[in-house]
């Protein structure tokens, strides 16, 4: 029976995809608000220095610029993992790749967060 | 007097046991207006009775005959030689893709055909039940007897072959698959969620729509796919709230 | 029950994704889905890491405002927009026929979604690559 050859699958299920739709349409809407801010507001195409720190200094920014970072960091490995269960790991390779893709999840929002917070106590300060 | 009659050339995919698998060519007269399989047929007759290939009804119903014609999945006895090539020309014939071949352009469809029946694809329905896609307009039912019809898949595996995550994942059910799934339904047969709900299922559609694009039968399997994800959500949504219900 | 399933070659692979002859749209849409992922997760590491230098300080910044305005980034910077705008609007589609929203005009929303893209696309190239 083709339900018993294949286990318990924790390969994709609905809840990973639904996360996946959700985290991909709200990347859509804050992207534009992010494009927007760093390349049509301050003088040049590209935010000076000070105009950064000054952008950050209003506390809803780092958290909006979080929740950014972390959904996109979110879909695109979960997508990069959609990709790879295309060419059929197995078990123990996808095991692997779930690791690895979650350290490095983890150790780009932990960053990504650390510099907000830098980067927003130096606004406040200056 | 009639149709002009239109020379062809025809690269026919060989492969037999233990050999391996090269082209053929044949240059045979064809009627613009009979379709693919015929000339495959006399193909076989009058010059090489070693090609094996699969055949039955020659009208769309069985799904036997399904082929790559060019590099495209069709239906070879519903496939005019008209509608692929001109006078002179030349058109490639290749087996279903994602298949193992068995010989020539027949393929193995034995795994296949277990996963449509293990879905529990009803190849019959009533009529009431037909007719998914647009509003359903109930049709009356005469002297109180259901009336029955056949249902649209004809099991050929033409979307199987056309689907590019087929390509390099053989555990991916498939649209047909799938679409037998969605056309028996979760309701109907609850213990299809955990069969669905993974990444050989559903979520392992990439919203391609070749399926749909080669379906010789108006199965629309894409369609059907959508419509399995939704009925997973509502099953998975509905547990979330009630764990102990079955 | 040992069935051989038919391990697909290289070559089988290749031609199932990247050819684009007689094959319909559906496929286009999801190579191009494929390629401008795999571009756009690649610009988000590289971002990420070149963010560093906010941290480093307002001359470290500076130094590498100054790196980025060669043109080789700013084309670079220009593919990163259009992959964005692609892979941003076919997921859109995506998203509403995986709804069942508008699955029997898919194609159409494709297409729309792509004169979108190269619209916003062209507006982007104009702004961005003319000085």
């Known amino acids: ?126 | 007097m009639g149709t002009p009659i239109w020379k062809i050339t025809c690269q026919v995919y060989r492969q037999k046991d233990g050999e391996s698998a090269h082209y053929d060519e044949f240059v045979m007269e064809a009627d613009p207006e009979e379709y693919v399989l015929d000339v495959v047929e006399r193909i076989w007759a009058f010059h090489d009775r070693s090609l094996v290939f699969r055949h039955a009804c020659h009208h769309s119903t069985c799904g036997a005959c399904g082929m790559r014609v060019d590099g495209v999945e069709k239906l070879t006895c519903i496939t005019p030689i008209r509608e692929v090539t001109r006078d002179g020309g030349t058109i490639k014939i290749d087996p279903m893709r994602n298949f193992p071949v068995v010989s020539d352009l027949v393929v193995d469809m034995g795994l296949f055909y277990r996963r449509m029946e293990e879905v529990g694809h009803q190849p019959v329905l009533p009529v009431n039940e037909a007719g998914v896609i647009e509003k359903s307009r109930r049709p009356k039912d005469r002297d109180g007897q259901e009336l029955l019809r056949l249902a649209d898949c004809i099991e050929c595996g033409l979307c199987i072959s056309a689907c590019p995550i087929a390509v390099t994942n053989p555990n991916y059910l498939g649209p047909a698959v799938l679409a037998g799934a969605q056309q028996n339904g979760l309701d109907r047969d609850p213990h299809l969620l955990e069969m669905v709900d993974n990444e050989d299922g559903v979520w392992r559609c990439h919203s391609v729509y070749e399926c749909t694009a080669v379906c010789p039968s108006y199965v629309e399997p894409a369609w059907r796919i959508m419509d399995l994800r939704k009925q997973v959500m509502k099953a998975r949504f509905k547990r979330l709230f009630q764990p102990e219900r079955k | 029950m040992g069935e051989s399933l038919r391990k697909p070659t290289t070559r089988a692979w290749m031609q199932a994704w990247f050819d684009p002859r007689r094959r319909d749209l559906g496929t286009f849409a999801f190579v191009l889905n494929r390629i401008t992922a795999l571009g756009l997760t690649l610009y988000l590491f590289l971002h990420l890491i070149m963010l560093g230098n906010l941290a480093r300080g307002p001359e470290a910044y500076e130094q590498f405002l100054t790196t980025i305005e060669h043109p080789v980034f700013v084309f670079g910077e220009y593919l990163v927009v259009l992959a964005g705008l692609i892979h941003g609007f076919n997921g859109i589609r995506v998203a509403l026929t995986s709804f069942g929203i508008g699955v029997p005009y898919q194609k159409r929303i494709f297409v729309a979604m792509m004169v979108i893209a190269a619209a916003a696309g062209i507006i982007f190239g104009v702004r961005m690559l003319t000085v």
């Open chain 1, 1 to 126: 029976m083709l339900a018993e050859k294949s286990a318990p699958k924790t390969g994709e299920n609905t809840w990973l995809w639904l996360l996946k739709i959700g985290s991909g349409l709200l990347i859509l809407t804050i992207l534009i608000i992010h494009y927007i801010v760093n390349h049509f507001i301050g003088e040049e195409i590209l935010l000076t220095y000070d105009e950064i720190l000054r952008y950050y200094s209003n506390p809803i920014v780092p958290i909006m610029e979080g929740i950014f970072l972390i959904f996109v960091v979110v879909h695109a490995l979960l997508g990069l993992r959609s990709i790879v269960l295309d060419l059929r790991p197995t078990r123990a390779v996808l095991r692997v790749i779930n690791g690895v893709f979650g350290l490095v999840g983890v150790v780009s929002i932990v960053y990504g967060i650390w510099l907000l917070v830098v980067i927003a106590s130096r606004g406040s300060a200056g």
